[in-house]
């Protein structure tokens, strides 16, 4: 079936313009319905790192004619014994009859009834792999007449399509996973970041870097977001941006801290650069940091410290005290500890950690996992 550009786009777009999103998947389907006069298309999508037993992500779009139908019991068709969809070739379009079972003639009445039931008599399938990502499969169901020709088709020019959208949906949610595990590391240790471009305009920042900044948006022919900043702070910041930006290839810049009133102050230094090519956006010039006094949980920060160092229950509890600037006598009256039982825990603590003293505790704490607990 030979498709004009414009049909392409109708059909294609919807792969990638919603890319990682729940529309994604239902655009297309929605006007592969449409194009093949379907009555219904199903999409099954299994992540290649799937824990086994994990159910896989199912999706379906009804034709305006079977909105009142039940949906299709897709567990209850994998129980007819049908040819594993694994074991179908990628790419290729199979008819409903070259999934049946024909070796076994009470069988092939079970399934045949079966999908009766469901209202399917006829159904074009197709597998598409993501290059290790993950796979799909695409289904096509009808009730009183066969599909045409011209569906299968259509169905099998998709199946390049397909897959580019599959691996990078796959790319994106590892970057979005990443992403998450970082932010979640920094906001539990105070810090936000934020991206800047040469000009000092706002690329992007993460959810701490937005409660604590106050930014103002821009109109005109370049829309977009500056941070608010008195007159000499905003000048002091354009200026190392600009610098940053100009900075030869390796070159290392001094990082550059601006003061802004009564908010947390920023640390900008270098942004990374990026392969050419690979953020669309522009590159980066600065990263600033900011940071605020967060500290976890006591009780959770303390069960580390236990597991790390070995301690009983109540030398970890004052080992955390400790960390927070409390004094020996003060934190172990906390604990409903003597003077002298806390200053006895704190020799122990400080043997176990292997410690030279309170200030060295608390550098050991605050370097190691207790403030992610």
Same mark, same amino acid.
């Given at each position: ?13 919807p792969l990638f313009e919603g890319i990682g999103e729940a ?99 006829f159904a074009r399938l197709m597998r598409v792999g993501g ?75 993460? !959810? ?5 900044l106050e930014f103002v948006t821009l109109s005109g022919p ?8 008195? !007159? ?22 001094? !990082? ?118």
């Amino acid at each position: 079936m030979a498709l004009l550009p414009a049909e392409q786009a109708d059909l294609f777009l919807p792969l990638f313009e919603g890319i990682g999103e729940a529309g994604q998947w239902q655009g297309f389907l929605a006007i592969l319905v449409t194009r093949t006069q379907a009555r219904r298309a199903v999409m099954i999508i299994t992540p290649a790192m799937a824990a086994p037993g994990e159910a896989p992500l199912i999706l379906q779009h009804d034709a305006a004619r079977a909105a009142q139908d039940p949906p299709v019991e897709m567990e209850a068709l994998m129980a007819l014994g049908l040819q594993p969809l694994g074991s179908l070739r990628a790419g290729r379009v199979y008819a409903l009859e070259e999934l049946l079972d024909y070796n076994d003639t009470l069988r092939l009445e079970q399934q045949r009834a079966a999908l009766a039931a469901q209202g399917i008599r006829f159904a074009r399938l197709m597998r598409v792999g993501g290059e290790g990502a993950c796979e799909a499969w695409v289904l096509l169901l009808r009730e009183r007449e066969d599909f045409r020709a011209s569906a299968a088709a259509l169905l099998s020019s998709a199946a390049p399509f397909l897959r580019a959208a599959l691996s990078a949906c796959a790319v994106l949610a590892g970057e979005r996973l990443a992403r998450r595990m970082a932010e979640g590391a920094l906001a539990r240790l105070g810090i936000g970041q934020i991206a800047l471009d040469p000009s000092a305009r706002v690329i992007d920042a993460d !959810p701490v870097a937005e409660r604590h900044l106050e930014f103002v948006t821009l109109s005109g022919p370049r829309p977009g977001r500056r941070l608010r900043l008195h !007159p000499g702070a905003g000048k002091r910041i354009e200026s190392a941006c600009a610098a940053f930006a100009a900075a030869p290839d390796g070159s290392c810049p001094d !990082p550059v801290l601006i003061t802004i009133g009564e908010r947390p102050p920023l640390l900008l230094r270098p942004a990374p650069r990026l392969p050419h090519g690979r953020f669309p956006g522009g590159q980066p010039a600065a990263i600033g940091m900011l940071r605020v006094p967060v500290r976890e949980d006591e009780r959770l920060g303390a069960a580390v410290l236990r597991e790390l160092y070995q301690l009983s229950p109540r030398e970890a509890a004052l080992a955390e005290k400790l960390s927070r600037g409390e004094m020996i006598v003060e934190a172990g009256r906390d604990l409903h500890l003597t003077a002298e039982t806390a200053r006895n825990y704190s020799k122990r603590i400080y043997a176990r950690t292997r410690s030279r003293g309170q200030a060295d505790l608390v550098r050991l704490i605050l370097c190691g996992l207790a403030p992610l607990a």
